[in-house]
């Protein structure tokens, strides 16, 4: 029997942009240590499409490519802040920085790290299971 999901509502600093997404209550959370992900300290909550709804700021997003240019990396183009991007590991989904949900939910949730500084040889240590 699958995790019911709860919606939770989130976005970036300064308000322009906000979304709301379906996620288990407890999460599966990831710290990445690749280039962008370390430096921003991004935490990962991954969900597949129909979990994830834009719900105002569309005009304010930015994007952003970089390496193989398969993750979109979307910015508040007013406060800078990415409240969620399309990731390589799931380009059919989203990942929500779980530090820009409202209350911070998932916060004193475990963390699982991976290794983004090698995504290639590390791509299979990701889960493949995503809030549907």
Same mark, same amino acid.
């Given at each position: 029997?699958?995790e019911a999901l709860v919606t939770r509502?989130?976005?970036?600093? /300064? *308000?322009?942009?906000? $979304?709301? &997404?379906?996620?288990?209550?407890?999460?599966?959370?990831?710290?990445?240590?690749?280039?962008?992900?370390?430096?921003?300290?991004?935490?990962?909550?991954?969900?597949?499409?129909?979990?994830?709804?834009?719900?105002?700021?569309?005009?304010q997003l930015t994007r952003y490519r970089?390496?193989?240019?398969?993750?979109?990396?979307?910015?508040?183009?007013? /406060? *800078?802040?990415?409240? $969620?991007? &399309?990731?390589?590991?799931?380009?059919?989904?989203?990942?929500?920085?779980?530090?820009?949900?409202?209350?911070?939910?998932?916060?004193?949730?475990?963390?699982?790290?991976?290794?983004?500084?090698?995504?290639?040889?590390?791509?299979?240590?990701?889960?493949?299971?995503?809030?549907?």
């Amino acid at each position: 029997m699958s995790e019911a999901l709860v919606t939770r509502h989130g976005g970036c600093h /300064c *308000g322009a942009v906000r $979304f709301e &997404v379906d996620a288990p209550r407890e999460p599966e959370l990831w710290l990445c240590n690749c280039s962008i992900c370390d430096m921003t300290g991004y935490v990962h909550v991954i969900v597949t499409q129909p979990c994830f709804r834009l719900r105002s700021g569309a005009e304010q997003l930015t994007r952003y490519r970089f390496n193989s240019g398969v993750a979109e990396h979307l910015f508040c183009a007013a /406060c *800078g802040i990415k409240s $969620f991007y &399309v990731p390589r590991s799931h380009p059919d989904g989203f990942s929500v920085n779980a530090r820009c949900l409202d209350g911070q939910p998932f916060a004193g949730l475990p963390l699982r790290n991976f290794d983004g500084q090698n995504w290639e040889q590390k791509a299979g240590d990701l889960s493949k299971g995503a809030a549907r």
